[in-house]
């Protein structure tokens, strides 16, 4: 079945540093992908997403691109802010129409700690 | 986007009992979901919700336990019978409003703790 795999976290950062949280995955149909956020005590926001190969999803200064030569989906952000502490979830789609059509897999969530 | 409301936010409950969880959504949406997320885990659906008709149920969950009602398509409710501790998390409802390359927009979770 599809699975997705983020990097090991907890991720501490100072501010203005340069962020990667890896993420790749394995699916056997045409997958959308997508980053989302989660903060403290709160449900999970669309940060980002693509649909098809060599796409670029962006939002806030977060960006990530589709890799399907990899199967890659690297979400990337040039200066973090104190603000962008959250734990951050990469998914995918199914957009093939079998059975599994429109379900979300996710990743195992990985933890952003960013200190002033 | 789909903005979608989620009550109870957060309840305590005692072992034995059951909790109704009820999700809004603010126009009609193609398809709704409930996702399990057990403290400091990432999301494991429990089931998707169709309108009209029994939810179709991920493996490891049962209707028994779960069981689910959406009568028209802004509307959802998830119930948590016979609570025990290890039932202890964040209930989250999702909705989509088109095919599979559409993203899912989350509530803001049920946070539940049994004693």
């Known amino acids: 079945g599809d699975s997705v795999t983020q990097m090991e976290g907890p991720v501490t950062l100072s501010e203005e540093a340069f962020l990667t949280i890896n993420c790749t995955y394995t699916?056997?149909?045409?997958?959308?992908l997508f980053w989302y956020v989660q903060y403290p005590g709160e449900g999970l926001q669309l940060l980002l997403k693509a649909t098809k190969a060599d796409d670029k999803g962006s939002n806030k200064g977060f960006e990530a691109t589709y890799r399907k030569e990899t199967t890659s989906f690297h979400l990337e952000k040039g200066s973090v802010q104190v603000s962008d502490s959250a734990v951050y979830f990469c998914?995918?789609?199914?957009?093939?129409?079998?059975?599994?059509?429109?379900?979300?897999?996710f990743g195992q969530g990985t933890i952003l700690t960013v200190h002033p | 986007s789909a903005v979608i409301s989620q009550k109870p936010s957060r309840d305590i409950c005692q072992r034995g009992t059951s909790l109704t969880i009820q999700c809004q959504v603010d126009s009609q949406v193609t398809m709704m979901f409930w996702y399990r997320q057990q403290p400091g885990q990432s999301l494991t659906l429990i089931a998707t919700a169709n309108q009209g008709s029994e939810a179709t149920y991920e493996s490891g969950f049962v209707i028994d336990k779960f069981p689910i009602s959406r009568p028209n398509l802004t509307f959802s409710t998830l119930t948590v019978s016979n609570m025990s501790p290890e039932d202890s998390s964040i209930y989250l409802c999702?909705?989509?409003?088109?095919?599979?390359?559409?993203?899912?927009?989350f509530g803001d979770g049920t946070r539940l703790s049994i004693l």
């Open positions: 699916a056997t149909g045409y997958p959308s």
């Open positions: 998914a995918l789609s199914d957009s093939s129409g079998g059975t599994s059509y429109g379900k979300l897999t």
């Open positions: 999702s909705a989509t409003q088109g095919t599979g390359n559409q993203p899912q927009h």
